[in-house]
């Protein structure tokens, strides 16, 4: 992939259809990856497994994590990609329906950049992915390495 990509890692086919629209809704035209659970978006992020070939160097400027993922949940990915030093800066965003507490407290222990609850209206929705994608990948800056 070529170009500021966004890695959305979300393992319920109905929330990843509404995100991809949201995003197409709101003009955001970067790639999306989407990984289906933890396991993956690893595999994708550090080029193991089925992403060997991959440039390691070709990051996304945004990932998308889901908590509640199969495999692996989104705070391990989480972890992980903060202990290793060529993603520990890429900004995170746990975008989620989980309601508690301690999975929020956990996400911010764990370096996450934002947590926000995915509204249950489509269009509360909409709004929500359009405000973080104007944020996160127009007016956000970050390092480059």
Known sequence: MEGPMILLVEDNPDDEVLTLHALKKSHIGNKVFVARDGAEALDFLFCLNQY???DPYDLPQLILLDIKLPKMDGLEVLRRI???????????VILTSSKEQQDLVKAYKNGVNSYMRKPVDFTQFADAVHQLGLYWL????????
């Open 52 to 54: 060997a070939d991959r």
């Open 82 to 92: 903060r202990e290793e030093e060529r993603t520990s800066l890429l900004p995170v």
């Open 138 to 145: 127009v007016l956000n800056q970050t390092p480059t390495r």
